[in-house]
């Protein structure tokens, strides 16, 4: 199983909550659950998702999921993909975006 760090958790915690994401949020989330909070990391982490819209990411990160399921079909030569170009090179955008984030917390 991959380990996904407490931080991120702690952002989407705070952000499905209706909370701003600060570094003090973050720090107390973290604290909260018994964890030592980095208070460096945590500002950084709060600096690094302001302006970041979550709903789009979230939906991303859904459709990424969901896409391995909708592929297999595919892999017995029986589908023939269909996509348009331009939304090929949005998707990749947005998983590059998704990807630069995430790398925040790796």
């Known amino acids: 199983m991959t380990k996904i760090d407490p931080y991120l958790h702690a952002v989407l915690?705070?952000?499905?909550?209706g909370k701003?994401?600060?570094?003090a949020h973050i720090a107390?989330?973290?604290k909260s659950v018994g964890a030592e909070a980095d208070e460096a990391k945590c500002k950084v982490l709060a600096d690094a998702v302001k302006g970041?819209?979550?709903?789009?990411?979230?939906?991303n990160v859904s459709f990424a999921a969901a896409a391995p399921a909708a592929a297999a079909p595919a892999a017995g030569g029986h589908a023939k993909k269909e996509e348009p170009k331009e939304e090929e090179s949005?998707?990749?955008?947005?998983?590059?975006a998704a990807e630069g984030l995430a790398s925040l917390f790796g």
């Open 13 to 17: 915690l705070l952000h499905g909550s």
């Open 28 to 30: 107390s989330v973290l």
């Open 52 to 59: 970041v819209n979550f709903e789009d990411l979230l939906k």
């Open 90 to 96: 949005a998707e990749k955008k947005e998983e590059q």
């Open 20 to 23: 701003e994401v600060t570094a």
